[in-house]
């Protein structure tokens, strides 16, 4: 467990894949608070290949996880950097209080620092107004509404925070990347 930063007295932390209560705290809180039912293969795809882009905020008294973003960064159609946000929960009683925020702007600091993301990408459920209004904070963009994307038959918004000039561009007019 790496603590990356102190926010209004809660210490975020980069997730550790050798911590087993940590995979199990977080697979708890995604399948409790997320309409979409994922595999445990989902988790250890995203925490296995990029524990760097995974974050969990924990309560400083009982170190119990109480929110956590899990992301990670590949090539599109190899001319792009693309940062993927998968998940983000927070735990009921600790929402408004801009925990989820300070989770997205650090992902978005860190893909655009370590690893010069073009762009960064993720899909949310056309109803949940509260994470529209929160990634459109941040610029991100509706570019695409996926119907009946999720299990649960509801339609998602697939949404982009362009970053550099690449994402602006048609992928058609991009080289490859090297």
């Given at each position: 467990?790496?603590?990356?930063?102190?926010?209004?007295?809660?210490?975020?932390?980069?997730?550790?894949?050798?911590?087993?209560?940590?995979?199990?705290?977080?697979?708890?809180?995604?399948?409790?608070?997320?309409?979409?039912?994922?595999?445990?293969?989902?988790?250890?795809?995203?925490?296995?290949?990029?524990?760097?882009?995974?974050?969990?905020?924990?309560?400083?008294d009982t170190l119990k996880i109480?929110?956590?973003?899990?992301?990670?960064?590949?090539?599109?159609?190899?001319?792009?950097?693309?940062?993927?946000?998968?998940?983000?929960?927070?735990?009921?009683?600790y929402r408004k209080k801009g925990?989820?925020?300070?989770?997205?702007?650090?992902?978005?600091?860190?893909?655009?620092?370590?690893?010069?993301?073009?762009?960064?990408?993720?899909?949310?459920?056309?109803?949940?107004?509260g994470a529209l209004n929160l990634?459109?904070?941040?610029?991100?963009?509706?570019?695409?509404?996926?119907?009946?994307?999720?299990?649960?038959?509801?339609?998602?918004?697939?949404?982009?925070?362009?970053?550099?000039?690449?994402?602006?561009?048609?992928?058609?007019?991009?080289?490859?990347?090297?």
């Open positions: 467990m790496s603590l990356i930063t102190e926010i209004n007295g809660l210490p975020y932390y980069q997730f550790d894949p050798n911590n087993q209560d940590e995979f199990k705290q977080i697979s708890k809180l995604i399948s409790l608070h997320l309409s979409e039912p994922y595999s445990i293969y989902v988790y250890w795809y995203f925490l296995n290949n990029w524990p760097q882009y995974c974050y969990t905020v924990k309560d400083p109480i929110g956590v973003i899990i992301s990670k960064i590949e090539p599109h159609r190899n001319v792009r950097m693309r940062g993927y946000i998968g998940m983000l929960v927070i735990e009921q009683q925990i989820a925020s300070n989770l997205v702007k650090l992902t978005i600091e860190n893909m655009k620092s370590k690893d010069d993301v073009d762009e960064i990408m993720l899909e949310t459920e056309v109803i949940n107004q990634y459109e904070s941040f610029g991100f963009m509706r570019t695409k509404r996926l119907y009946r994307y999720y299990l649960n038959t509801h339609d998602a918004y697939r949404l982009i925070l362009p970053i550099t000039d690449k994402a602006r561009t048609r992928i058609a007019f991009l080289p490859q990347l090297a």
